[in-house]
């Protein structure tokens, strides 16, 4: 009997590989309405560098990191072309020689953007 529960349990580990490479999607990544139209592309996917994190020390003058399409940067670092020359609480300005770019943590979506109309 040992041998038959060896056969089977030796089968589901066998078959587990191919489930844990199966594309799953993140639970955690907000709906693309929450995403601002600028950084959306054609396929509704955000386009461009994507500020994930910030990190701020507690301490004055404490560390302040931002996490940049999963790069980990300090001011001055540098993500896909563009230099991180600031770190806010929710927002972070890249520069790309001249232009400068502002991503931000929780971007306003389209829809609350738009004025109402309504006093």
């Known amino acids: 009997m ?18 844990a490479q199966a594309q799953l999607a993140d639970p955690t990544r907000p709906p693309a309405a929450f995403s601002s139209p600028q950084q959306l592309g054609a396929d509704g996917e955000a386009s461009g560098p994507r500020l994930q994190s910030i990190l701020i020390g507690r301490t004055p003058g404490g560390r302040r990191v931002a996490v940049i399409d999963g790069v980990t940067l300090r ?45």
């Not at 040992?2 to 066998?14: E, F, G, K, M, Q």
């Not at 993500?79 to 400068?100: D, H, P, Q």
């Open 2 to 19: 040992d041998s038959a529960v060896n056969r089977v349990l030796i089968a589901v580990l066998l078959a587990l590989p191919p489930l």
């Open 75 to 119: 001011e001055g670092g540098k993500v896909g072309g563009a230099v991180l020359t600031r770190i806010n609480e929710t927002s972070v300005v890249l520069r790309r020689g001249k232009n400068l770019e502002t991503l931000t943590l929780f971007p306003v979506p389209a829809k609350a953007a738009e004025p109402t109309g309504k006093p």
